[in-house]
């Protein structure tokens, strides 16, 4: 099955197998006005799937559409790799608001603070030990004026992105740009050195 064999619309809702196993159901994929942008639909993952294949369950997940195979003449959808490919990729991930979203879910997203501050947008992902610990945002010049930023992006760790908008267009942080700026894991993801023990949840 190529990316364009069918439209979302005749993919919503439709059951996701592997072999035998149920994985899930189609739900959706991210508004973006450049579809080769977002290389992944929204899968709502069955609970025992999601308990034994995913190192912390999650409801939500990403689904490639390159590992679409076909349709069956039942309706549901076909994978064509393995559950261990698929575990791989759920690996490869951001986990917001306990769903999870693949780097080409989230790159040129609107990144705004809670109190509704633009900071940017997402141009890229930090990733440390095979883990994204962060988010690269190209932030406004406003901003950059504001607080005196000395380079174009800032890095933003994952722990304080606190949801998506409804039509996932913009992740919201669970701070304020200032108070994060204070906060020894952004500090440390933007002097270059970098621990894993720089991650722990912070209050």
Known sequence: ???????????????VYVK????????GERFHPNEDRVQSLRLQVDDGVAGQFMR?????????????HSIQPDGSVKLSKSMRELQRRWRDTVRIDEKLYAPDELL????????GEDLGEVVGLVKIKRTYRG??????????????????????????????????DEII?????????????????????????DFDEEE
Do not use: C, W
């Open 108 to 115: 040129d997203r609107a990144v705004l603070d809670t109190q």
């Open 173 to 197: 942080l669970s701070r304020t740009f200032e108070k994060l700026m204070g906060l020894p894991s952004y500090l440390k993801l933007n002097s270059g050195e970098i621990h894993e023990e």
């Open 135 to 168: 988010i690269v945002v190209k932030a406004r010049s406003m901003l950059r004026r504001r607080y005196r930023l000395e380079t174009d992006t800032v890095n933003i760790p994952v722990q304080f992105l606190a949801r998506t908008s409804p039509r996932l």
């Open 1 to 15: 099955m190529t990316e364009e064999s069918f439209m979302i619309q005749e993919l919503l809702q439709r059951e």
């Open 20 to 27: 035998q196993t149920r994985v899930g159901v189609i739900v």
């Open 56 to 68: 912390k369950p999650a409801e939500f997940a990403p689904l490639s559409k390159e590992l679409l």
